[in-house]
């Protein structure tokens, strides 16, 4: 199956992932899951693994700085908020590239592959 790490760019798409990712057997609250945004060093401001611009976001606040001292790559994560505001759910979270987690994959056909093991959906 050829497929690479999701790129997410509207609220549809961010809930069509949540919603896969919440309903896998091996969905935990406290597990990353990756998507393909990643933020290096060498460019300013996120890029997803595609080559395509990160216009739509879904960070809990602020969107993160577009520097870093190190390579970041995007994971959701559940977070827990305490605000009616902004519910607790799965958000983006900048993390460091080497951290364990499941992931998300888009094939050209739009299915949506998700890891712990692979899934397809």
Request: hydrophobic letters at 40%; charged letters at 15%; aromatic letters at 10%.
């Amino acid at each position: 199956m050829k497929a690479e790490l999701a790129s997410v760019h509207s609220s549809e798409e961010q809930h069509f992932v949540t919603a896969n990712i919440r309903s896998s057997t091996d969905y935990s609250t406290s597990s990353l899951y990756w998507l393909g945004g990643r933020l290096q060093r060498s460019l300013h401001g996120w890029r997803w693994a595609d080559g395509s611009e990160m216009a739509f976001t879904a960070w809990l606040g602020e969107e993160p700085p577009g520097l870093a001292e190190e390579d970041l790559c995007l994971a959701m994560q559940w977070v827990s908020t305490g605000s009616a505001a902004r519910p607790s759910g799965l958000y983006w979270q900048p993390r460091s590239c080497d951290a364990l987690g499941g992931y998300v994959c888009k094939k050209s056909s739009q299915g949506v592959l998700l890891g712990f093991p692979l899934l397809l959906l």
